[in-house]
């Protein structure tokens, strides 16, 4: 079984957030780059079907070359391969098309990636690689199990969840509780340095959308603290003040 | 032209974050709005959507399309926009809204703006704002495509209820069998519970709680208040709650008028879950807790003395 897991190179979840450039560009000062959390979980049970299933992973990132570093903790992690395409992500039909480019060359029979990447939140990846391939997609998916050609998977919903079955192959968006992050040990690292890293040129894509500019949300004003006594208090201001209730 | 909104119902009506999309698509003044609906529907329920504006829903209602299965889903809505001649498609942002606009997207080849927060700026081009960085942040973008598919974030964007239950037409769909590898094959859903992602009034509950079993004072006064429970990470990690109660960061991100937060310290990847609440009360014993800092309402104090006053104080403004 081939394995794709593609990840997003983006802050560390503590990150603050800024623009420079009159906020045309993200301002990366000071900024912690990480796989992306639900890229994270994705590849975790990747690692653990390697294990189980006798897979082979590779991971793939669409980005510049300061994501390597990133690749790199996926191979620590146990991905046996990374390719980087190399070019910046534009937006997700720029992403989507190049995952698919890569998909089409490698047949895999696992497409894994997150169900959204945490810094344009997008959550459509998986869904137009898939339409691009002809193939299924789920998403966001919670388990995940292979039996045979079968995939056995449990989808979120509001309120609850749905059994999903499919055939391979697929693509599928993942998040919690699918595996638990995995933290690469130092047999791990050593190794990650010399697993092949392979990068290719992006193929062409039409313009979709075009960043104009970004904005920070409204300062927030001060909290107002009620006394523990006087709970009564709370209420009034909800309802008078905030016109909440 | 005209534009198309995918809708959703849950329990027999409408959902709300969908009649905030019709109401959205009213407002962008491009043509007729017309509402699809797919799967089982009480025409009764779906002539709602004519309140926020729509002038029609269209109705594909073939037995096959009973369960929300994306690729059939993603095709019956791609025919529906090419039929009507859509030039925009307007959809609420939700588990089963972005995995089939993605796909849209593919079929129509359409740009595709999630998370959108306003009306677009038709000045120069075709501008959307979107929420980005997990609510820390907007971007404007301008969508280059003829074809347009924007889902919108929930409670952002103003409901029209001024309109009038408008005609629900059935919409016979092309039944593409290839969509149906995907095999849905059970179902499991809280019945009669608010959604959270859908929630006006949300409470929510962390590691401060102590224990599932102390859950019931929370429930209480989700009661009282007509809202929907919540927790943090740990809380789901620990099975303390069900998985899709997880707010933040890593699991679902809130919009709603009130949130209350019990017993969480408001580590940044929960605020990030819930920063686009109108308003946010918090109740915490330590008065250095994070989560003040990002609150508009703070009661320092024991959650166990001071929420059970709370439902009550509640239920007596309600009396
Ligand atoms: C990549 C990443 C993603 C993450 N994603 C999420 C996410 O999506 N959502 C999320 O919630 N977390 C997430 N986390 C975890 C997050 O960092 C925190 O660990 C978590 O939010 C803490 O949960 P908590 O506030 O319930 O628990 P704690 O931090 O343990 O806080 C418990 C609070 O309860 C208070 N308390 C205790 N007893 C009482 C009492 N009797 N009355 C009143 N108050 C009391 C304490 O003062 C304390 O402030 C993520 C972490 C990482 C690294």
Redesign the interface.
């Known amino acids: 079984m081939k394995i794709l897991v593609c990840i997003s190179h983006v ?1 560390d ?2 990150s603050k ?1 800024a ?1 420079t450039d009159n906020n045309t560009k993200f301002d990366t000062s000071g900024v912690q780059f990480v796989i992306g ?2 890229d994270d979980y994705a590849l975790a049970r990747a690692v653990e079907l390697k294990a189980s299933h006798g897979a082979s992973v590779t991971v793939l990132n669409v980005g510049e070359a300061s994501t390597e570093p990133t690749i790199r903790k996926a191979l620590a992690i146990g991905a046996d391969e990374a390719i980087r395409v190399n070019a910046f992500p534009s ?3 720029f992403v ?1 098309s190049q995952i698919a480019e890569v998909a089409k060359q490698g047949s895999y029979d696992l497409i894994l990636m997150g169900r ?1 990447s ?11 690689v ?3 391939l ?1 193939m ?5 998916v ?1 388990r995940l199990d292979i039996e045979g050609d079968l995939a056995k998977m449990s ?13 391979l192959p697929f693509v599928a ?1 993942c ?3 699918i595996a638990e992050w995995k933290i690469p040990n130092m047999r791990g690292i050593m190794s990650a340095r010399t697993k092949p890293l392979n990068v290719l040129e992006p193929v062409e894509v ?12 409204p300062a ?2 001060e ?6 006594d006087n ?2 208090e ?2 009034r ?3 008078e003040e ?1 016109k ?2 | 032209m005209s534009v198309l909104v995918f809708i959703e119902s ?1 329990e027999g009506e409408i959902r709300k974050s969908s009649l905030e999309a019709v109401s959205y698509a009213a407002a962008l003044d491009r043509g007729e709005v017309i509402a699809l609906a797919i799967g089982e529907a009480e025409e009764s329920a779906l002539a709602k959507a004519g309140i926020s504006g729509a002038s029609r829903v269209l109705h594909a209602k073939d037995e096959q399309l009973k369960e ?1 299965n ?2 059939a889903y ?1 095709s019956v809505v791609a025919e529906a926009m090419e039929k009507e001649n859509a030039e925009i498609l307007v959809l609420a ?4 809204g ?6 849209v ?3 129509s080849n359409a ?5 959108v927060v306003e009306l677009p700026d038709f000045s120069a081009g075709f ?1 959307v ?1 979107r ?15 003829e074809k347009k598919i924007l889902a919108i974030k929930k409670n952002a964007v103003p409901l029209k209820e001024d309109g009038a239950p408008c005609a629900v037409d059935a919409f016979a769909s092309t039944v593409n069998e ?1 969509d149906f ?10 019945e009669g ?1 608010i ?4 929630a006006e ?1 949300v409470v929510s509950g962390g590691r401060g709680m102590k224990g599932p079993e102390n859950w019931h004072i929370l429930e209480d006064l989700a009661k009282s ?1 007509g809202a929907a429970t919540g927790c943090s990470k740990p809380v789901s ?1 620990m099975e303390w709650r ?3 109660e ?1 707010v933040g ?2 699991g679902i991100k809130v919009s709603p ?2 949130y209350i937060a019990v017993g969480i310290s408001g580590a ?2 929960h605020l ?1 879950g819930v ?1 686009s609440s ?2 946010l ?2 109740i915490n014993k330590d008065p250095e807790a994070p989560f ?11 959650a166990f ?2 929420v059970p ?2 439902t009550a ?2 239920k007596a ?1 309600n009396a």
């Open positions: 802050p979840t503590t957030i623009f959390p639900y937006d997700s039909h989507a959204e945490i810094d344009f939140n997008g959550g459509m990846v998986h869904g137009m898939a339409e691009m002809g299924p997609s789920v998403s966001p919670m989808r979120e919903i509001e309120g609850g969840h749905e059994e999903v079955e499919v055939k968006g998040q919690e509780p039409g313009e979709f959308s075009v960043v104009e500019n970004y904005e920070l949300p927030k004003g909290v107002r603290m009620v006394d523990a709970v009564e709370l209420v201001l909800l309802k905030a909440v209730l | 849950s929300d994306i690729m993603a942002k939700s588990s089963l972005d995995a089939v606009a993605s796909r997207a593919i079929k740009a595709l703006a999630s998370n501008k704002k929420g980005i960085y997990t609510g820390k942040a907007f971007v404007n973008v301008d969508l280059k495509a290839a590898a995907l095999k849905i094959t059970g179902v499991e859903k809280a519970e959604l959270l992602p859908e009034i208040l990690d069900p998985h899709h997880h960061q890593t008028n009130l940044i990847q990030a920063n109108k308003c009360v918090v003040f800092k990002a609150a508009d309402y703070g009661i320092v104090g024991d003395e001071i006053k709370l104080a509640i403004l």
